[in-house]
Structures are given as C-alpha cells and as structure tokens.
C-alpha cells in the first residue's frame, strides 16, 4: 500500500472523483484508476468527463438503473449518482461493515442510493439493471509480485479471489447473464480487474455472449448486444 493510501486510514476519508469519502480498515481506500468506471458509465450516459472533450451519442435510457456490486465504501456508487442525477443506483455488498460506511457516505455527500447486503447479485431482487459495474477482490494471493504487507491494513474479503483472482468476477459474469437473459434490450458490465487478468475474463464473457466493447487501463467495458 502506497503511504498516501496508509494516511486515508489515518485521517479517516479519501479523495475520489474530487469527493472526500469517509475510509475505515473496514474497506478498500478507493484508488484512482477505479475513478475510469464512473468515467466510461458518463460516455454511456452522454456526458463528457474532461473538459472539451466532446460527448459522444447517448446510449442509457433516461433514467437508467446502475448496480455497483461490491460496493465498499460506496465511493462509485455515490459518485454516479452525484454525477448522473437521473440515474437510479443500486451498492450492494456482502459485509454489513462495508454497507455501513457507504451509507454513512451517502448521507455526507447527499447521495439518494440504495444499498443492500448481497453476495454478488444473490439477494438482489429489484429490476433488470441498465448497467452493472464493480471493483470485485481480484488479487491472487500466489501472484509472485504481490507486496501483502502493503496490503495488509486493508480487508482481505476486499481483495482476494481464489482461481487466479476471477472466481468473484466469473461468479458475476454468470449471475449478469441469468438476470439479463429475458431481456432484449443492449446491456452493459463494466469491471475492473488487473490487466494480466483481462484476457481470461474477455474470453470467459465471450463465451457465455457478453461481448468485449473496450479496455480503459484497470477497466474492461463488456456489452450484451441487443436482441
């Protein structure tokens, strides 16, 4: 864990998307690649996300529904309520710590979002979502690079996956299918994972009919065309 991470323990919040977001050992700290999830869910939305920069056409309906799976500290799923007003957002995760930070969160920054205790998409049982996004665990604990000192101030069940990292994100890709499968409209799972990682998930999506749309760095854009 870099020392700017150590100190958002210490001080108790950290900087996401310009936000200050309430941090505990409870959560992960939010870091600044994650911030490309709200970026690529804008463009989706027909905005901008850097100045000058043209907006490209609007794909989400206008009030479309967001699910941020293993929420955390809640920072995406607030920013993009913040940031997409119209939207409806949806954190679920499975530590009732983790929730307990998010709404702490929400309330701070005044964020209308919903969050609920869920492994994945288990106990989800609203409507068919527009959009799923998620920084699930998906650090291998075998990985030959990896530092666990740096990481050990922050939560193992935030971090760690077993079968090479991906049993969490493959668990989502299947559950995102099974919701998505009576619905004809275009759908989308933007994910986060480490870039070693994106070739397995790419080709494990494929197979089950979400298509690859674009890799943004940590983050990978997947789609479930229209029927």
Not at 38 to 65: F, R, T
Not at 107 to 120: P, R, T, W, Y
Request: proline fraction near 4%.
């Amino acid at each position: 864990m870099s020392e700017s991470l150590v100190k958002a323990y210490k001080r108790g919040y950290q900087d996401f998307y310009g936000r200050d977001f309430v941090v505990s050992p409870d959560v992960l700290i939010p870091r600044p690649e994650t911030e490309a999830i709200v970026d690529e869910v804008k463009l989706l939305a027909g905005q901008s996300y850097l100045p000058g920069m043209k907006a490209q056409k609007q794909k989400l309906s206008e009030n479309p529904l967001i699910l941020d799976v293993g929420t955390g500290s809640g920072c995406i799923a607030i920013t993009l309520k913040l940031e997409i007003k119209e939207a409806e957002v949806v954190g679920l995760d499975v530590s009732s710590k983790a929730l307990r930070i998010a709404r702490e969160n929400a309330e701070k920054l005044g964020a209308s979002v919903d969050f609920v205790g869920s492994d994945l998409l288990c106990n989800y049982r609203g409507k068919v979502p527009d959009v799923i996004v998620a920084n699930l665990p998906y650090v291998d604990e075998n990985w030959e690079w990896l530092d666990k000192e740096a990481l050990s101030k922050e939560p193992e069940l935030a971090l760690y996956a077993t079968n090479g990292g991906l049993d969490l994100i493959f668990g989502l890709i299947n559950q995102a299918k099974m919701l998505w499968q009576n619905d004809s409209g275009e759908k989308w799972l933007i994910l986060e994972a480490d870039p070693c990682q994106h070739q397995r998930i790419i080709k494990y999506a494929t197979e089950r009919g979400i298509s690859h749309l674009k890799t943004n760095d940590f983050i990978l854009v997947l789609c479930k065309p229209q029927e």
